[in-house]
T-cell receptor, first 113, second 112 residues
Framework: EPEVTQTPSHQVTQMGQEVILRCVPI?????FYWYRQILGQKVEFLVS????????KSEIFDDQFSVERPDGSNFTLKIRSTKLEDSAMYFC???????????FGPGTRLLVL | QKEVEQDPGPLSVPEGAIVSLNCTYS??????FMWYRQYSRKGPELLMY????GNKEDGRFTAQVDKSSKYISLFIRDSQPSDSATYLC????????????FGQGTRLTINP
């Protein structure tokens, strides 16, 4: 069964450093998303991406964040200058051309020290 | 008022029991409703998807939506220890690249 994959599974970084989280969505899917989940809190929407551009972004997704689909398979989230409060689980998701249901990857646990 | 409210539990029931999980919401524009299951430190796994009021059944799981009351439920029949997880409700306003708004999640334990 096709699935969303994410790398790395864990990332530890120093405050102020740049990180890139990588995702490979399900191959025939057209809509891509990033969410985050701070420990013990709700899953929160960050950004949606369709047709090579951002469709919607949340207040969390400020100028420190960017997304890119550099080739036909990868979807990346970049945090330019990490803050302590960026520590969270980051989930990538994708959905097909109907966009009805979103399938999530296993997540990248980011720890900013 | 929060957009989506879900009792975080924890909820503990004996094996074989019927489990009822619920969410309420305030935004009447929500049209699509989902239930996800999340095991500890894993990604949410889609269980059920509905877009109309009424019931939808899939094996031991039944999703119920009451748009007039802004209330959704997930019922698990013949609960198993492997059902122990956190259950998240999620909803969106439209199809396409629409953000999902999640509830807090209910932590469920099924005791053998």
């Amino acid at each position: 069964e096709p699935e969303v994959t994410q790398t790395p599974s864990h990332q530890v970084t120093q405050m102020g450093q740049e990180v890139i989280l990588r995702c490979v969505p399900i191959s025939n899917h057209l809509y891509f998303y990033w969410y985050r989940q701070i420990l013990g809190q709700k899953v929160e929407f960050l950004v949606s991406f369709y047709n090579n551009e951002i469709s919607e972004k949340s207040e969390i997704f400020d100028d420190q964040f960017s997304v890119e689909r550099p080739d036909g398979s990868n979807f990346t989230l970049k945090i330019r200058s990490t803050k302590l409060e960026d520590s969270a689980m980051y989930f990538c998701a994708s959905s097909d051309n109907l966009g009805e249901t979103q399938y999530f990857g296993p997540g990248t646990r980011l720890l900013v020290l | 008022q929060k957009e989506v409210e879900q009792d975080p539990g924890p909820l503990s029931v004996p094996e074989g029991a019927i489990v009822s999980l619920n969410c309420t919401y305030s935004n009447s524009a929500f049209q699509y409703f989902m239930w996800y299951r999340q095991y500890s430190r894993k990604g949410p796994e889609l269980l059920m998807y509905t877009y109309s009021s009424g019931n939808k059944e899939d094996g031991r799981f039944t999703a119920q939506v009451d748009k007039s009351s802004k209330y959704i439920s997930l019922f698990i029949r013949d609960s198993q220890p492997s059902d122990s997880a956190t259950y998240l409700c999620a909803m969106s306003t439209l199809q396409g690249a629409q953000k999902l708004v999640f509830g807090q999640g209910t932590r469920l334990t099924i005791n053998p």
